[in-house]
Nanobody, 115 residues
């Protein structure tokens, strides 16, 4: 059974930091591309960051310089370090894996940033 279990969400004041974690099981983690998405109320789900099996990363322009995606293949974990948070970052954040042709999603975790 494939499981992506997220943790690390919560509430923080503007300018603060949070670290999201996603623990994967039931997959060969090291060969999966991993992603973080987010979806704010009334808005379309958007890609925040991705990381390939060899550590190549990409970021949405809105989070460049503030967010860092990383992975630990030995622990089957992917992380999203979020710094300098602002209210526009408020959303439900989702972990996703992709290993063609398979895609799985985490359950989603709320991040709320207050001004």
């Amino acid at each position: 059974q494939v499981q992506l279990v997220e943790s690390g969400g919560g509430s923080v004041q503007a300018g603060g930091s949070l670290r999201h974690s996603c623990a994967a099981s039931g997959i060969i983690f090291s060969i999966n591309i991993m992603y973080w998405y987010r979806q704010a109320p009334g808005k379309q789900r958007e890609l925040v960051a991705s990381i390939t099996s060899d550590g190549n990363t990409n970021y949405a322009d809105s989070v460049k310089g503030r967010f860092t995606i990383s992975r630990d293949n030995a622990k089957n974990m992917v992380y999203l370090q979020m710094n300098s948070l602002n209210p526009e970052d408020t959303a439900v954040y989702y972990c996703k894996r992709s290993q063609n042709p398979y895609i799985s999603w985490g359950q989603g975790t709320q991040v709320t940033v207050s001004s």
